[in-house]
């Protein structure tokens, strides 16, 4: 069973990834979007980890659909990528 603590930890480290993607998203000339959409993912990911200790309805909603949003970004922009990349 996670302690309290650790899933404190892990839902500041997820927090840490929102935000240091939205900073990227904001000083980057040119957005990777498979990049932004991977590390906001991954940042909804530990926050849920982190609500399942610590649970918060209106959390756990934001999250949920943060993570549904960057999984979408995600899929969009590696499906576009390789129409690009295609010989």
Same mark, same amino acid.
């Given at each position: 069973?996670?302690?309290?603590?650790?899933?404190?930890?892990? #839902?500041?480290? #997820?927090?840490?990834?929102?935000?240091?993607?939205?900073?990227?998203?904001?000083?980057?000339?040119?957005?990777?979007? !498979?990049?932004?959409?991977? !590390?906001?993912?991954? #940042?909804?990911?530990?926050?849920?980890?982190?609500?399942? !200790?610590?649970?918060? /309805? +209106?959390?756990?909603?934001?999250? !949920?659909?943060? +993570?549904?949003?960057? /999984?979408? #970004?995600?899929?969009?922009?590696?499906?576009?990528?390789?129409?690009?990349? +295609?010989?």
């Amino acid at each position: 069973m996670m302690t309290s603590s650790t899933a404190d930890i892990i #839902g500041l480290v #997820g927090s840490a990834l929102f935000i240091g993607a939205f900073l990227y998203a904001n000083i980057t000339p040119a957005l990777n979007k !498979v990049i932004f959409n991977s !590390v906001n993912l991954i #940042g909804a990911a530990l926050l849920l980890i982190s609500l399942w !200790v610590n649970f918060n /309805l +209106a959390a756990f909603v934001l999250e !949920v659909a943060w +993570a549904i949003i960057a /999984l979408f #970004g995600l899929i969009r922009a590696l499906t576009t990528s390789a129409k690009i990349t +295609a010989p």
